[in-house]
Nanobody, 122 residues
């Protein structure tokens, strides 16, 4: 019932900016948290940023001060504004929605998008 679609990835030069978007669709009652994770080649998936329905945020130390996460609860959409991008930010970025309640769920479920590539290079 629930699908997440990411957009906004691409190629950018070091120091540049990108804004990622992720929209959740389906028969959704509510989403507790939405976040962005990334996975670089040869590395484990890691949390980049997270935001709850109440607006509480959490960031990885490596992106603190450079990235900003936000969400539009009415649209079930989460955004990631990425500034001062570095080559080490290169990865596939995945959107996550957790604690999702739908008409068929007994308890909250988690969903993932298919990912969007972010490449920071000259």
């Amino acid at each position: 019932q629930v699908q997440l679609v990411e957009s906004g990835g691409g190629l950018v030069q070091p120091g540049g900016s990108l804004k990622l978007s992720c929209a959740a669709s389906g028969s959704i009652f509510s989403i507790y948290s939405m976040g962005w994770y990334r996975q670089a080649p040869g590395k484990q998936r890691e949390l980049v940023a997270l935001i709850t329905s109440g607006g509480t945020t959490k960031y990885a130390d490596s992106v603190q001060g450079r990235f900003t996460i936000s969400r539009d609860n009415a649209k079930n959409t989460v955004y990631l504004q990425m500034n001062s991008l570095k080559p080490e930010d290169t990865a596939v970025y995945y959107c996550n929605a957790d604690g999702v309640l739908t008409i068929t769920t007994i308890s909250g479920s988690s969903y993932w998008g298919q990912g969007t590539q972010v490449t920071v290079s000259t």
